[in-house]
């Protein structure tokens, strides 16, 4: 998580004094004409730019680390990607229509509200991250009494019959051993539960 909190210094250095120095200066030339304008602009196309490469670099550190660390896909997990696809989207908007202003010198307020927006939107993305569940591994302790619990009938796959443990790709084989005969079980890690047994 510490790459994420370096993200969210990085939009507060970047939307601190250059939102507020932009917006003024593009407000002022609301009324203004020709070179004021088209600087303003500039100005506000320049910030969209920082806006979409940071949104666009946090959106994909974020869904490398989702996808790698197998996260549940759940609303809960996924919020804060979605957010930040919103926030690219209005920057775009801000982007482009700032572009129209500087080739036409008239100017557009509406891609100062896509601007603005996007940079809320953007922050708050970054806040979600914190509601980001990764799937927690079960433990070994954990994984031996599921198997207890779940084989009851059969009365010897208790952790003590455990002889040996094997990981295999994405599942445990499990190896017991008792008096009259030998038992292999294999467990699902992503799932966790049993998907055979054999004597």
Same mark, same amino acid.
């Given at each position: 998580?510490?790459?994420?909190?370096?993200?969210?210094? /990085? %939009?507060?250095?970047?939307?601190?004094?250059?939102?507020?120095?932009?917006?003024?200066?593009?407000?002022?030339?609301?009324?203004?004409?020709? #070179? &004021?304008? %088209?600087?303003?602009?500039?100005?506000?196309?320049?910030?969209?730019?920082?806006?979409?490469?940071?949104?666009?670099?946090?959106?994909?550190?974020?869904?490398?680390?989702?996808?790698?660390?197998?996260?549940?896909?759940?609303?809960?997990?996924?919020? &804060?990607?979605?957010?930040?696809?919103?926030?690219? *989207?209005?920057?775009?908007?801000?982007? #482009?229509?700032?572009?129209?202003?500087?080739?036409?010198?008239?100017?557009? @307020?509406?891609?100062?509200?896509?601007?603005?927006?996007?940079?809320?939107?953007?922050?708050? #993305?970054?806040?979600?991250? #914190?509601?980001?569940?990764?799937?927690? /591994?079960q433990s070994i302790d954990a994984m031996l009494e599921n198997i207890e619990?779940? *084989?009851? &009938?059969?009365?010897?796959?208790? @952790?003590?019959?455990?002889?040996?443990? /094997?990981m295999n790709g994405d599942h445990y084989r499990l190896h017991y051993q008792? @008096?009259?005969?030998?038992? /292999? %079980?294999?467990?699902?890690?992503?799932?966790?539960?049993?998907?055979?047994?054999? @004597?």
């Amino acid at each position: 998580m510490f790459y994420f909190q370096k993200c969210l210094i /990085e %939009v507060f250095n970047h939307t601190g004094p250059g939102l507020h120095n932009y917006f003024k200066m593009a407000k002022k030339s609301k009324s203004s004409k020709g #070179g &004021s304008v %088209v600087e303003a602009y500039k100005m506000v196309i320049d910030y969209n730019k920082v806006i979409i490469s940071l949104a666009s670099t946090i959106l994909a550190a974020q869904l490398a680390f989702l996808v790698l660390q197998q996260t549940d896909f759940n609303l809960l997990n996924y919020a &804060s990607s979605l957010v930040l696809v919103l926030a690219i *989207t209005l920057s775009f908007f801000g982007f #482009g229509r700032a572009i129209q202003v500087v080739k036409t010198a008239c100017s557009d @307020p509406k891609a100062i509200d896509f601007t603005n927006a996007s940079t809320i939107v953007l922050i708050v #993305g970054i806040l979600l991250i #914190g509601l980001i569940q990764p799937t927690k /591994e079960q433990s070994i302790d954990a994984m031996l009494e599921n198997i207890e619990s779940n *084989t009851s &009938s059969l009365g010897k796959l208790n @952790p003590e019959n455990c002889t040996q443990i /094997e990981m295999n790709g994405d599942h445990y084989r499990l190896h017991y051993q008792s @008096p009259k005969s030998d038992i /292999e %079980v294999v467990y699902s890690i992503q799932d966790q539960r049993i998907l055979s047994i054999t @004597p």
